[in-house]
Nanobody, 125 residues
């Protein structure tokens, strides 16, 4: 299984980025997908998640209204559209896959079976 995150970069505060995570080696439509982030010296924290059928989406309070998660099962890809970026959004962003119907809370790292390598997002003031 491979989860390849991309789309990170350097952006000014108020700007936008779109992250992508391409999955291979698994039946993508059988997995819920999540995005987490980790800033230097901090624990990995939940950002957003989407169920296997896109019926439900979940967001951390800190990104609600600014970030949008979506997925394309035909392309085995999950996206994270990030608007109105703030300096505190600076982190490495990781995508993760969780077997559908596995239970657990979407905002906990333990729910996820597979993780990508991360993509750096840096927001300058």
């Amino acid at each position: 299984v491979q989860l390849q995150a991309s789309g990170g970069g350097l952006v000014q505060a108020g700007g936008s980025l779109r992250l992508s995570c391409a999955a291979s080696g698994l039946t993508f439509s059988r997995y819920d997908m999540g995005w987490f982030r980790q800033a230097p010296g901090k624990e990995r924290q939940f950002v957003s998640a989407v169920t296997w059928n896109s019926r439900n989406t979940y967001y951390a309070d800190s990104v609600k209204g600014r970030f949008t998660i979506s997925r394309d099962n035909g392309k085995n890809t999950v996206y994270l559209q990030m608007n109105s970026l703030k300096t505190e959004d600076t982190a490495i962003y990781y995508c993760a896959a969780s077997t559908r119907y596995s239970g657990g809370n979407y905002d906990t790292t333990g729910k996820y079976d597979y993780w990508g390598q991360g993509t750096q997002v840096t927001v300058s003031s």
